[in-house]
């Protein structure tokens, strides 16, 4: 008798216990997005009705006029920033505040991850940045370019013979994760290899799991944003552990024999090196004519030194892989994205594809083989920038990005009134809200690359695909400059058209972590015959 009366009260004060922080927002007068019991604003992502970005993105749509609303994870009040002036506010002047991402790693359970640029944080993370920065600066890009059209160049010259000349249907996903698994094996770890004929190399196979932002890999990453503290406790890693282990050995075998052979190689693990060495310098005069690669480039924020009396950090084997595995990381997943959307775009957009080929064919004829370009060459290419822009505009690969607030932070609501997020509390900026906003961007459904043609017009508060101020992508350039050239080759071979099982519009896949079609991008590659 007495269970059955226990089991309703035990129900009933977890019910109470869920719900209990539930006023939060509303005892300060901010809007927020109603919550459901025990999950809060998560439960569309849990019944996968919506994807994770959107869900995260509501309170955008709802309450316009204002600069910040209220969430609930699960039971934790959170908030989301509505105005891009308020997130560049926050990222720059007041990077004090909001120093931190939300995930908190284990270097036990993710030895790899936890110490990638993005994860880490405080003084190993402001340590790690200093260091890496002068690995991206234009003219560490053009050294490496070669590396990237070589690549690039071998495996156009497969697929042109795989062709036969002939039409063939392709899956775009696939074909660019091989060419990027390519590419940044090559600039990331030093290893040469071919996934287009030998498509079950130990490197693209562990490089498809390691970059693998769907299923339970995706799913984890999403939990280690949602719940932080409880994903830490429980001692979860994201990457599997046969990835960890390929990585770690491969990077320190490499290591190993260039030091012994005292080999050099316009390659990550090279500049690497010279940053565990100190050796590492910017070079001011060679970067005033390559400062950007495109208008989407992430502006380069200076760090200042801190009095931190911490534990002097030190760039071990470990490190260099992390940071190697994490360039890799983002020179596949964000580029196959940014190229598989481009892709879409110029198929079901013939017009824009023709303007662009045109361009190329234009670039071609002033380089000395008629087919090798150069960095300088694809910086000049406009309307290329143009397109890769409006892609990035149009399809933003992580719609979402997100801080720790880490001391009380104060500002001025649109009504005049204060609001204080305290510390501790956790924000998300809607990148993909912004950037689907007709405030800023007329029509934004439409793929139009003129948008870019008067940059004065272009709200560059609102157009942030790689975040902004000193946490924002500080891979751009390198993410842009292989966009480029793996277009550029492209379509100097092929015209891209829809496939028949091409879906159009386009369905994107709620249940994946980033950004991808829920049928695959089916194309039909023709050869130019040129």
């Known amino acids: ?10 129900l009933y004060l977890l019910y109470r216990w869920s719900i209990a922080t539930y006023d939060y927002f509303e005892k300060r007068n901010i809007p927020y997005v109603k919550p459901v019991p025990f999950f809060g604003q998560v ?35 959170a908030y989301l920033v509505h105005d891009p002036v308020l997130y560049k506010q926050m990222a720059i002047t007041d990077f004090d505040h909001f120093t931190d991402h939300v995930a908190e790693l284990s270097v036990e359970q993710d030895p790899l991850l936890a110490r990638s640029l993005f994860f880490t944080r405080g003084a190993r993370w402001r340590h790690h940045r200093t260091g890496l920065s002068p690995s991206f600066t234009g003219s560490k890009m053009r050294n490496m370019f070669s590396l990237l059209s070589k690549s690039a160049s071998d495996a156009m010259e497969r697929l042109v013979a795989f062709s036969r000349a002939e039409p063939i249907p392709m899956e775009l996903r696939d074909l660019y994760s091989r060419l990027g698994n390519d590419a940044m094996s090559s600039i990331s770890f ?5 996934s287009l004929t030998d498509r079950d190399n130990e490197f693209f196979l562990k490089g498809n799991r390691l970059a693998k932002v769907d299923g339970l890999p995706g799913l984890k990453m999403l939990m280690s944003a949602i719940l932080p503290g409880l994903f830490k406790f429980l001692r979860i890693g994201i990457l599997y552990q046969d990835v960890n282990d390929f990585y770690t050995e491969a990077v320190s075998t490499n290591i190993r024999y260039r030091e012994k052979n005292a080999l050099k190689r316009p390659d990550f693990i090279h500049l690497l090196l010279q940053v565990r060495k100190n050796e590492l310098n910017c070079e001011q005069t ?23 009396p911490g534990e002097k950090l030190e760039w071990r084997d470990i490190d260099i892989t ?3 595995a994490s360039f890799f990381f983002g020179g596949i997943e964000t580029t196959t994205t940014l190229l598989c959307f481009a892709s879409y775009e110029l198929a079901v957009n013939p017009s824009i594809q023709a303007r662009l080929r045109a361009e190329i064919d234009l670039a071609r004829e002033e380089l000395e083989d008629g087919i090798t370009p150069t960095y300088e060459v694809l910086q000049k290419m406009k309307y290329m920038d143009k397109v890769v822009s409006e892609t990035l505009r ?35 900026i809607p990148l993909k809200a912004f950037h689907l906003d007709e405030k800023y961007f007329p029509d934004p459904l439409r793929f139009d690359p003129e948008r870019f043609s008067d940059l004065t017009q272009i709200n560059q508060d609102a157009y942030v695909p790689f975040g902004t101020g000193l946490r924002n992508c500080i891979g751009s350039r390198l993410a842009l400059m292989q966009a480029k050239c793996f277009l550029f080759y ?26 991808n079609a829920k049928h695959g991008f089916w194309m039909t590659l023709v050869p130019r015959n040129i």
């Open 190 to 194: 030093g290893v040469e290899v071919d």
């Open 43 to 77: 439960w569309s992502f849990f019944t996968q009705e919506k994807h994770a970005v959107d869900v995260a993105s509501e309170g955008y749509y709802m309450f316009p006029d204002t600069r910040i609303s209220g969430v609930f994870t699960l039971r934790t009040p």
């Open 1 to 10: 008798m007495l269970l059955l009366w226990a089991l309703p009260v035990a």
């Open 394 to 428: 149009r399809w933003t690969p992580f719609g979402l990005t997100n801080r720790r607030c880490t001391k009380d932070y104060t500002f001025t609501n649109y009504d005049g009134t204060q609001i204080t997020i305290e510390k501790g509390l956790n924000i998300s």
């Open 322 to 324: 992390a940071a190697a």
């Open 286 to 308: 060679d970067d005033e004519g390559l400062a950007s690669a495109g208008f989407s480039t992430a502006e380069t924020h200076t760090l200042y030194k801190t009095d931190d």
């Open 490 to 515: 492209m379509l100097s071979n092929f015209s891209i058209e829809p496939g028949p099982k091409l879906t159009i519009p386009i369905v994107l896949d709620e249940t994946s972590a980033g950004l």
